[in-house]
């Protein structure tokens, strides 16, 4: 019997990865060793089409063995949950699409053991944006350029400038809050059944502070996230204050989301339909994809002003979904920004990127922080090379629930 073969393809971003996978889950020839053989697709956007069946039709086709929807798995079990679920199928290849993304170091041996175990029967044909996601069994290493596989030479990562000489443009009407201390929690505790989550959770962001929330995978970061977006219901009668309101003391959801822009890279997958890049952008100054005034001038102008600032002024018309990655994250972040919220929350925002479009990430949130008086929280297991918080909250896992502490 052949030996079964894998490959690891890297494709820097903007150079056509959905294109690709696309050719590879179609059985076309660009890879012939495999051609004919039925592929499979792992990949955020397999975990968000399921995601999706489970808010929209309570269909739940992938679960844990503890039974949980993926909904309410952490990033780490989710990727675990849907490779098992794949597996069961017994697919002669599997198309990985960045599979070790947004995992800490426990959860990418865990998963590349996982993936292992199965290589002696299925081809694991890895598409990856950094070289350090290689699989270390393959049999060749490709690089995808041009609509076409090549051999893999040194440091086909591209590099991108990043020049964000303008200031960032000023908010229209500054949402006013007289509060200093934005979110306040004091020995605040989670659990779920008889698990506990969090505990322990003292914690203060005041205005103007550049965080970030640091722990592995599972460690509870979503979770206390809901906590202070005003979306987990275990918040009741905790001592937590959020933009001044006291838990529980009668305020609306809309008192404490008008406060935040919120940003998770998940949205660069979600269905936007043809909306052009500069509606993209607008749609940020009513809280909701579908504009239903027309904007302003000044709106337009602002808008104006960020595309600017992120060298998209003369793209502005083409549709947002056929950005590159890399742009597509920065247009999301700047739509979470043109209110300079009090709070922006920006959750693992240089997942699935590589090395030169995390520079150009980092560079425009630094900016961000620099220059306006927006709070910024930046959620990531790990550290980002070139980021500079003020601040990092680190969760650390224990036995009896993750507590947090302040790194100095
Ligand atoms: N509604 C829920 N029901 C049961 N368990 C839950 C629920 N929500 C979260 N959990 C569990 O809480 C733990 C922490 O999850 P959370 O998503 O907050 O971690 P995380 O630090 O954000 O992880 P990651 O970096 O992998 O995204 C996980 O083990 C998760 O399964």
């Not at 960032?168 to 509060?179: G, Q, R």
């Not at 920004?337 to 520079?359: C, F, Q, R, W, Y």
Request: aromatic fraction near 8%; charge should be negative; proline fraction near 5%.
């Amino acid at each position: 019997m052949s030996k079964t073969k894998h490959w690891n393809i890297l494709v820097p971003n903007g150079a056509g990865k959905e294109e690709l996978i696309k050719k590879l889950s179609s059985q076309s020839v660009i890879l012939p060793d495999v051609n004919g053989k039925e592929t499979v697709l792992y990949s955020a956007i397999a975990l968000a089409k399921y995601i999706r069946e489970e808010e929209v039709h309570d269909i739940y086709e992938v679960t844990n063995d503890r039974g949980q929807t993926l909904k309410s798995m952490s990033s780490g079990e989710r990727k675990r949950a849907l490779l098992a679920h794949i597996l069961k199928s017994k697919p002669k290849a599997i198309v990985l699409d960045n599979p070790l993304d947004s995992l800490d170091i426990a959860g990418r041996e865990a998963l590349m053991v996982q993936i292992e175990v199965q290589s002696d029967t299925v081809s694991m044909i890895n598409v990856v944006s950094r070289r350090r996601d290689f699989l270390t069994f393959a049999d060749e290493s490709l690089c995808y350029e041009n609509g076409q596989l090549i051999p893999l030479v040194a440091n086909t990562e591209g590099s991108v400038e990043v020049n964000f000489d303008q200031e960032i443009p000023a908010p229209i009407s500054p949402v006013i809050l007289n509060e200093e201390v934005l979110i306040y929690m004091k020995d605040v505790k989670v659990s779920y059944g008889d698990r506990c989550i969090l505990q322990h959770i003292s914690w203060e962001i005041k205005r103007g502070e550049f965080w970030q929330l640091k722990g592995p995978n599972g460690a509870g970061k979503t979770t206390l996230l809901t906590m202070i977006t005003g979306d987990n219901p275990k918040a009741f009668g905790q001592d937590i204050r959020l933009f001044g309101y006291q838990k529980g003391s009668g305020e609306s959801v809309w008192d404490i989301k008008r406060n935040i822009g919120y940003y998770t890279s998940t949205m660069t997958y979600e269905f936007w339909r043809n909306q052009s890049i500069e509606y993209m952008i607008i749609s940020g100054y009513y809280d909701s994809v579908g504009l239903y005034d027309r904007p302003t001038e000044l709106q337009r102008k602002r808008t104006e002003a960020w595309l600017d600032l992120i060298g998209l002024k003369e793209k502005k018309d083409k549709p947002f979904v056929d950005l590159p990655i890399g742009w597509r994250r920065l247009v999301l972040i700047v739509r979470a920004m043109v209110k300079h919220p009090p709070l922006l929350i920006l959750d693992e925002p240089t997942s699935d990127l590589d090395d030169a479009n995390t520079g150009l990430m980092t560079a425009l949130i630094n900016k961000i922080a620099k220059e306006s008086n927006t709070a910024i929280l930046y959620v990531s297991h790990q550290d980002e090379p070139g980021l500079t918080p003020d601040k990092v909250y680190h969760l650390l896992p224990s036995e009896t629930g993750s507590v947090g502490s302040e790194e100095a």
